[in-house]
C-alpha cells in the first residue's frame, strides 16, 4: 500500500450543502483532466471534416460579409471611427467564441451522459474544458483580423499584449452562462433546444454589430454591469480596430460583474450535480 | 482497520418521468406543497436500491459483492466511486478509488487508440506524465499495437474492450472497483484479465469485484457480501457467502412460477453420496447419485432425461444422456409421477461450485419436453490429489474435469 493511501480519506455522503472551496480544491487537483476534457473536444471537431481547421477561418469571415454588407451598407452604422469591415470583424471574432462556448459547453454534460454514469471525474471538467476548447479558434480567429488588416483598414499597435487578458476576461462571463445552463440541461433537454435562440438574443444585447459608444456615456456603464460581454467586447475592439487601449473602466465594471456571476453559477452546479448520474 | 468502508447507506433512485413535462412538474410542486401543509410524508415513486447497507473492507482485501441482478450490488460500486451520492448514510474509502464499471465505456469511437489511452487515462485520474510511461505496458496489454494511431470505430468489439479495460487497469488506484468486466473478451482474454488482478491484489490493492461468474469470485476473493433487494443478507468468508447465495438463488428458483406450456416438471431434485444420504458438499472423486422427481401432465411414450453439470459457464463439463446410451424408462406406461437416479461412480471434477442442469426429450430426440434449466447446486471441496499442496498455476484456465492421472519422467 502506498502512502498516498493514508494522506487522504474520500467520504461520500448525503448531507446537501455545497462547500466551494473543496469543490475548487478538486478541481485544481485534477486540472490535467479539465484540459484531457478540452483537448478531447478539440480534436473531435474537426475529425473527418474534409476543410479540417480551415472551418475557423471560415466561421469568421462567412459572417462578416453578411454584416458589412447589411449593418454597413444598408442600415448605416458607422464603424465608430474606423472603416465598418474592421470594425464589425474585430467584435464578431470573440463574439463567435463566447457562441461557440456557450453552445459547446452547455451541451458538454449531455453528449457526454454515457461516460458520466460509468466513471468519476468532476462533474464541471467536461463543461469547462469543452467551453475553453474554442481558444484556439478564438486565436485563429484573432491572426485572421490581424492578417486582413490591410483590406479592412483596421489599425493595432502595443496594445495587442493585453489580448490574452481579454480572452480570459470574456471567458469568465461565458462561463458563469455555462455552468447553470449545462446543468440545466441534464435534466431538461429543452435548454438545447432553447440556446441558439438565447444566443442569438445575447448577440443583439450585446455591441457586436452597434458600438457601444452609440449609447450615452452614462448608460454604457449599465450595460456593462448587466451584459458582462460588452466590456470585454468593446476591449477586443478598442486593441484590434482602432488600436487604443481598452476601457478599462467598463473592463473592470464587466470583470466583477461577471466573476459575481460566475461563482453564482458555480455554485447552482453543485447543487445540481448530484443527481447528474441519475438522470441523465 | 479499514479501506472501504459503508455507514448505514441507502440509495433510492427517484422516478422522474414527471420531469419530461412542465405540466407533470406542476403537478408535483402542488403535491410537494400540500404534503408540507398537511406535515405527512410525501410518498414517492422510485426504487430503494440500497437499504441501509454497512460493511467494512480490510485493506488490501479481495472482496466480493454478490446477489442476484437487482440486487444493488453495481450501485454500491457507483456510490463508492463518487458516480453517484447515498440519499442516507455515507461512504469512505482511504485512498485513490478506481473503478471499471464498463470496459470500453469512455473510448471515444471517432479517436485513435493513442488518443484514446492518453485522454480516456487523464479523465480516469492518470496522470499525464504516468500515462507517458505506461504507454506500451497498456498498449501491449490490450494487444493493438499495430492499430493504435488508427481510429477506434475501425477497431473490433474484442479490441476496443481490450483498450478499454487495458487502461483502466493500469491507474493502479489504492481501491479498485471492478462490475462484471471480467465477462467481456474471449477466454484468453478473460485469462489475462484475471492474472492482471491477481497481479493487483497482490501487489497490495483493494480490490471490489461484482460478477455473476461464480469461480472467478472463488479464485480472485477473500470475503464478500450478499446483497437482496438492496439489503445486506450475509458477509463473511467468500465460501460461506457463496454458500448462502447458491441457497437464496435455489429458495428463488423455487418460488419461480412453472412453465405450464412443458409437459414435464421437476418436483424435487438433490444430490446423494454413497451411502444415500443427501448432501451439498463433495470430495473430488467420490461417488455421487442424482435423484430427480418428475411429474408429467399427460402419458408421455418414453422420455429421454439429459443431466449436465455445469460450472457456470455456459457449455456443460460433463453431460450424460439417455439418449446417447439408449436407455428406456422400464415401465411401458409411464406414472404420472417417476423418479430418475443417475449414479455417477467417480465425480471427476475440481473443487468449485457447479449447477445441474435438466432437460427432457421424447424418444426420437426431437421435441424438448423440459428445458434446460437449473435443478440443483453443489460444491466440490478438497484436494484432488491426497499428497497435493492444492497449489494452482496462475494461468487462470479454469478446467474443471479433473482425471485420474499419473506422471512418469523418463531421462
Same mark, same amino acid.
Given at each position: 500500500?502506498?502512502?498516498?493511501?493514508?494522506?487522504?480519506?474520500?467520504?461520500?455522503?448525503?448531507?446537501?450543502?455545497?462547500?466551494?472551496?473543496?469543490?475548487?480544491?478538486?478541481?485544481?487537483?485534477?486540472?490535467?483532466?479539465?484540459?484531457?476534457?478540452?483537448?478531447?473536444?478539440?480534436?473531435?471537431?474537426?475529425?473527418?471534416?474534409?476543410?479540417?481547421?480551415?472551418?475557423?477561418?471560415?466561421?469568421?469571415?462567412?459572417?462578416?460579409?453578411?454584416?458589412?454588407?447589411?449593418?454597413?451598407?444598408?442600415?448605416?452604422?458607422?464603424?465608430?471611427?474606423?472603416?465598418?469591415?474592421?470594425?464589425?470583424?474585430?467584435?464578431?471574432?470573440?463574439?463567435?467564441?463566447?457562441?461557440?462556448?456557450?453552445?459547446?459547453?452547455?451541451?458538454?454534460?449531455?453528449?457526454?451522459?454515457?461516460?458520466?454514469?460509468?466513471?468519476?471525474?468532476?462533474?464541471?471538467?467536461?463543461?469547462?474544458?469543452?467551453?475553453?476548447?474554442?481558444?484556439?479558434?478564438?486565436?485563429?480567429?484573432?491572426?485572421?483580423?490581424?492578417?486582413?488588416?490591410?483590406?479592412?483598414?483596421?489599425?493595432?499597435?502595443?496594445?495587442?499584449?493585453?489580448?490574452?487578458?481579454?480572452?480570459?476576461?470574456?471567458?469568465?462571463?461565458?462561463?458563469?452562462?455555462? !455552468?447553470?445552463?449545462?446543468?440545466?440541461?441534464?435534466?431538461?433537454?429543452?435548454?438545447?433546444?432553447?440556446?441558439?435562440?438565447?444566443?442569438?438574443?445575447?448577440?443583439?444585447?450585446?455591441?457586436?454589430?452597434?458600438?457601444?459608444?452609440?449609447?450615452?456615456?452614462?448608460?454604457?456603464?449599465?450595460?456593462? !454591469? !448587466?451584459?458582462?460581454?460588452?466590456?470585454?467586447?468593446?476591449?477586443?475592439?478598442?486593441?484590434?480596430?482602432?488600436?487604443?487601449?481598452?476601457?478599462?473602466?467598463?473592463?473592470?465594471?464587466?470583470?466583477?460583474?461577471?466573476?459575481?456571476?460566475?461563482?453564482?453559477?458555480?455554485?447552482?452546479?453543485?447543487? !445540481?450535480?448530484?443527481?447528474?448520474?441519475?438522470?441523465? | 482497520?479499514?479501506?472501504?468502508?459503508?455507514?448505514?447507506?441507502?440509495?433510492?433512485?427517484?422516478?422522474?418521468?414527471?420531469?419530461?413535462?412542465?405540466?407533470?412538474?406542476?403537478?408535483?410542486?402542488?403535491?410537494?406543497?400540500?404534503?408540507?401543509?398537511?406535515?405527512?410524508?410525501?410518498? &414517492?415513486?422510485?426504487?430503494?436500491?440500497?437499504?441501509?447497507?454497512?460493511?467494512?473492507?480490510?485493506?488490501?482485501?479481495?472482496?466480493?459483492? %454478490?446477489?442476484?441482478?437487482?440486487?444493488?450490488?453495481?450501485?454500491?460500486?457507483?456510490? %463508492?466511486?463518487?458516480?453517484?451520492?447515498?440519499?442516507?448514510?455515507?461512504?469512505?474509502?482511504?485512498?485513490?478509488?478506481?473503478?471499471?464499471?464498463?470496459?470500453?465505456?469512455?473510448? #471515444? &469511437?471517432?479517436?485513435?487508440?493513442?488518443?484514446?489511452?492518453?485522454?480516456?487515462?487523464?479523465?480516469?485520474?492518470?496522470?499525464?506524465?504516468?500515462?507517458?510511461?505506461?504507454?506500451?505496458?497498456?498498449?501491449?496489454?490490450?494487444?493493438?499495437?499495430?492499430?493504435?494511431?488508427?481510429?477506434?470505430?475501425?477497431?473490433?468489439?474484442?479490441?476496443?474492450?481490450?483498450?478499454?479495460?487495458?487502461?483502466?487497469?493500469?491507474?493502479?488506484?489504492?481501491?479498485?472497483?471492478?462490475?462484471?468486466?471480467?465477462?467481456?473478451?474471449?477466454? =484468453?482474454?478473460?485469462?489475462?484479465?484475471?492474472?492482471?488482478?491477481?497481479?493487483?491484489?497482490?501487489?497490495?490493492?483493494?480490490?471490489?469485484?461484482?460478477?455473476?461468474?461464480?469461480?472467478?469470485?472463488?479464485?480472485?476473493? =477473500?470475503?464478500?457480501?450478499?446483497?437482496?433487494?438492496?439489503?445486506?443478507?450475509?458477509?463473511?468468508?467468500?465460501?460461506?457467502?457463496?454458500?448462502?447465495?447458491?441457497?437464496?438463488?435455489?429458495?428463488?428458483?423455487?418460488?419461480?412460477?412453472?412453465?405450464?406450456?412443458?409437459?414435464?416438471?421437476?418436483?424435487?431434485?438433490?444430490?446423494?453420496?454413497?451411502?444415500?444420504?443427501?448432501?451439498?458438499?463433495?470430495?473430488?472423486?467420490?461417488?455421487?447419485?442424482?435423484?430427480?422427481?418428475?411429474?408429467?401432465?399427460?402419458?408421455?411414450?418414453?422420455?429421454?432425461?439429459?443431466?449436465?453439470?455445469?460450472?457456470?459457464?455456459?457449455?456443460?463439463?460433463?453431460?450424460?444422456?439417455?439418449?446417447?446410451?439408449?436407455?428406456?424408462?422400464?415401465?411401458?406406461?409411464?406414472?404420472?409421477?417417476?423418479?430418475?437416479?443417475?449414479?455417477?461412480?467417480?465425480?471427476?471434477?475440481?473443487?468449485?461450485?457447479? #449447477?445441474?442442469?435438466?432437460?427432457?426429450?421424447?424418444?426420437?430426440? &426431437?421435441?424438448?419436453?423440459?428445458?434446460?434449466? =437449473?435443478?440443483?447446486?453443489?460444491?466440490?471441496?478438497?484436494?484432488?490429489?491426497?499428497?497435493?499442496?492444492?497449489?494452482?498455476?496462475?494461468?487462470?484456465?479454469?478446467?474443471?474435469?479433473?482425471?485420474?492421472?499419473?506422471?512418469?519422467?523418463?531421462?
Amino acid at each position: 500500500m502506498t502512502d498516498s493511501a493514508v494522506e487522504y480519506e474520500i467520504v461520500h455522503q448525503s448531507a446537501r450543502r455545497v462547500s466551494l472551496r473543496a469543490s475548487l480544491h478538486e478541481l485544481a487537483a485534477s486540472r490535467e483532466c479539465l484540459w484531457s476534457f478540452g483537448e478531447r473536444y478539440l480534436r473531435l471537431r474537426y475529425k473527418q471534416a474534409a476543410l479540417g481547421v480551415g472551418w475557423a477561418i471560415l466561421k469568421p469571415l462567412a459572417l462578416f460579409v453578411p454584416f458589412l454588407v447589411f449593418f454597413g451598407g444598408a442600415a448605416g452604422i458607422s464603424g465608430g471611427g474606423t472603416t465598418y469591415a474592421a470594425f464589425s470583424l474585430s467584435a464578431l471574432v470573440p463574439w463567435q467564441y463566447v457562441a461557440a462556448a456557450v453552445e459547446l459547453g452547455s451541451n458538454a454534460l449531455v453528449v457526454d451522459g454515457n461516460l458520466m454514469r460509468k466513471i468519476y471525474f468532476p462533474r464541471e471538467a467536461p463543461v469547462i474544458g469543452g467551453a475553453l476548447s474554442n481558444l484556439p479558434d478564438l486565436a485563429i480567429g484573432v491572426v485572421i483580423v490581424l492578417v486582413v488588416a490591410p483590406l479592412t483598414g483596421a489599425q493595432f499597435g502595443p496594445s495587442l499584449v493585453f489580448l490574452p487578458l481579454l480572452a480570459v476576461l470574456i471567458s469568465l462571463p461565458a462561463l458563469a452562462v455555462i !455552468l447553470p445552463l449545462s446543468a440545466l440541461a441534464v435534466y431538461y433537454r429543452d435548454v438545447k433546444y432553447g440556446i441558439p435562440l438565447f444566443i442569438q438574443l445575447w448577440l443583439f444585447l450585446s455591441p457586436v454589430a452597434y458600438p457601444i459608444t452609440a449609447l450615452p456615456p452614462r448608460l454604457r456603464w449599465v450595460m456593462a !454591469l !448587466l451584459n458582462p460581454v460588452s466590456g470585454p467586447l468593446e476591449g477586443f475592439r478598442r486593441v484590434l480596430a482602432l488600436g487604443t487601449m481598452p476601457d478599462w473602466g467598463l473592463l473592470g465594471i464587466s470583470a466583477a460583474s461577471a466573476s459575481v456571476g460566475l461563482v453564482f453559477g458555480y455554485w447552482a452546479f453543485k447543487r !445540481l450535480e448530484r443527481a447528474f448520474a441519475d438522470v441523465v | 482497520m479499514w479501506a472501504v468502508r459503508f455507514e448505514g447507506v441507502s440509495k433510492f433512485y427517484r422516478e422522474r418521468s414527471w420531469f419530461s413535462s412542465l405540466g407533470g412538474e406542476f403537478t408535483n410542486l402542488r403535491r410537494h406543497i400540500g404534503a408540507r401543509i398537511r406535515r405527512t410524508e410525501l410518498e &414517492q415513486p422510485g426504487t430503494l436500491a440500497l437499504d441501509d447497507v454497512s460493511f467494512e473492507v480490510a485493506p488490501g482485501d479481495s472482496f466480493a459483492l %454478490l446477489g442476484p441482478n437487482g440486487s444493488g450490488k453495481t450501485t454500491a460500486l457507483r456510490v %463508492l466511486t463518487g458516480i453517484t451520492f447515498p440519499s442516507e448514510g455515507r461512504v469512505r474509502a482511504r485512498g485513490r478509488v478506481g473503478a471499471l464499471m464498463e470496459a470500453g465505456a469512455a473510448v #471515444h &469511437q471517432e479517436l485513435t487508440g493513442r488518443e484514446n489511452v492518453y485522454l480516456y487515462g487523464s479523465i480516469l485520474g492518470l496522470k499525464r506524465r504516468s500515462l507517458k510511461e505506461r504507454f506500451d505496458e497498456i498498449v501491449d496489454f490490450a494487444e493493438v499495437e499495430e492499430v493504435i494511431d488508427k481510429q477506434v470505430k475501425y477497431y473490433s468489439t474484442g479490441m476496443q474492450l481490450r483498450l478499454g479495460f487495458s487502461i483502466a487497469s493500469h491507474l493502479e488506484p489504492d481501491i479498485f472497483a471492478v462490475d462484471e468486466s471480467l465477462a467481456v473478451g474471449d477466454g =484468453n482474454f478473460q485469462e489475462k484479465c484475471i492474472t492482471r488482478m491477481r497481479k493487483l491484489i497482490t501487489g497490495g490493492t483493494t480490490v471490489l469485484f461484482v460478477s455473476h461468474y461464480l469461480p472467478a469470485v472463488d479464485a480472485l476473493c =477473500n470475503h464478500a457480501l450478499l446483497l437482496n433487494r438492496g439489503r445486506c443478507i450475509t458477509q463473511g468468508d467468500v465460501e460461506e457467502v457463496v454458500q448462502s447465495y447458491v441457497e437464496l438463488l435455489e429458495h428463488r428458483r423455487a418460488a419461480r412460477t412453472i412453465d405450464d406450456s412443458m409437459p414435464i416438471r421437476v418436483l424435487s431434485a438433490c444430490c446423494r453420496d454413497q451411502d444415500g444420504v443427501e448432501r451439498r458438499r463433495f470430495a473430488p472423486h467420490e461417488a455421487m447419485q442424482i435423484c430427480l422427481e418428475f411429474e408429467v401432465a399427460y402419458p408421455i411414450d418414453d422420455p429421454k432425461v439429459v443431466i449436465g453439470l455445469s460450472d457456470g459457464r455456459a457449455v456443460n463439463v460433463i453431460e450424460c444422456s439417455m439418449l446417447e446410451d439408449n436407455e428406456h424408462v422400464c415401465s411401458p406406461r409411464l406414472p404420472q409421477r417417476w423418479e430418475c437416479r443417475l449414479t455417477i461412480d467417480e465425480l471427476p471434477l475440481k473443487p468449485r461450485l457447479y #449447477h445441474v442442469m435438466c432437460t427432457v426429450h421424447d424418444a426420437t430426440g &426431437q421435441a424438448r419436453l423440459f428445458g434446460w434449466e =437449473n435443478v440443483a447446486t453443489f460444491t466440490v471441496e478438497g484436494r484432488t490429489s491426497p499428497e497435493g499442496l492444492g497449489l494452482v498455476a496462475q494461468t487462470g484456465a479454469d478446467v474443471a474435469v479433473d482425471v485420474r492421472h499419473r506422471w512418469e519422467f523418463l531421462t
